[in-house]
């Protein structure tokens, strides 16, 4: 549930077909750098004055432009704290709670990634024949401040006890079905993992033609001292139909900050960008 193709589409656990889908074509942001390339510059090289320069080529050989001086803060040192934290309840907020949380990442170039992700309630619906809660989420994925790619997805479960159903996302392998699951546990630790479930990801909402399967498992992760990351990380494997979809099978994961008990205060996402795997914090 993050952007799929590298950044997949999202629910409150997410995946490789929960994140962004992998931002598509370095091209993509190649062209987006390039519109913000100082006057007189050109994507071909050379620099110029203003708020942008040239940085070099990325892994496809597209060139890229980007600030002179990017900000990110380096991510502070993890500490595994000796709190139990609430699981299932951490799940729960996560699904049925508002929030909205921007995350950073930057490349080798120097170019700045900022990835705004956000979830808040929906309507009462139906999952195939289901009574399901929902959750619309969105992610927006920005280069040095241009937007580069936008996602809205629709997450069903069921609040009580909770269960992940599924999400719909409109772009090829956007319908994930969970088909399996295992009871998560109430409290855990630091270092603990768990399976959460397996599920399919359809090519559309037809769900007629697999793009893949996946397995999905949730895992305490250390933060700080009061804190934990609730990570949902997803596993996948293609089919032929998931290749023609360019879906990514690098393993992406959503971390939720959340204290022990289960308030979510932050996210921690890893995904692919233009083939490479980035950390946003």
Known sequence: RTLANGLSANRPRFSASRTLASIGSAAIVAASANSRAPTGSSAVGGCGGGGGS???????????????????????????????????????????????????????????????????????????????????????????SGLIQSVSSTNYFIPSPYQFLGSQTVRPGGSEVANTWAVPPIMGIVGQSFPSFTGTLYHDSTNTVIDATLTETIGLSPDTATTALLCLTDTVQLTQAGINDNLSVAPSSNCFRIDPNGNVLGMQITTQVNGLTMLFY
């Open 54 to 144: 040239f940085c070099g080529y990325d892994a496809f050989g597209n060139p890229l432009y980007c600030q002179a001086n990017p900000t990110l803060l380096p991510m502070p040192t993890p500490v595994a704290s000796t709190s139990s934290f609430a699981i299932t309840q951490g799940l729960i907020n996560m699904a049925t709670h508002s929030y909205a949380f921007n995350v950073s990442s930057a490349d080798s170039y120097g170019n700045l990634y900022t990835l705004t992700y956000s979830s808040s309630p929906g309507q009462i619906s139906t999952f195939g024949t289901t009574p399901a809660s929902t959750a619309n989420i969105s992610q927006i994925l920005y280069v040095n």
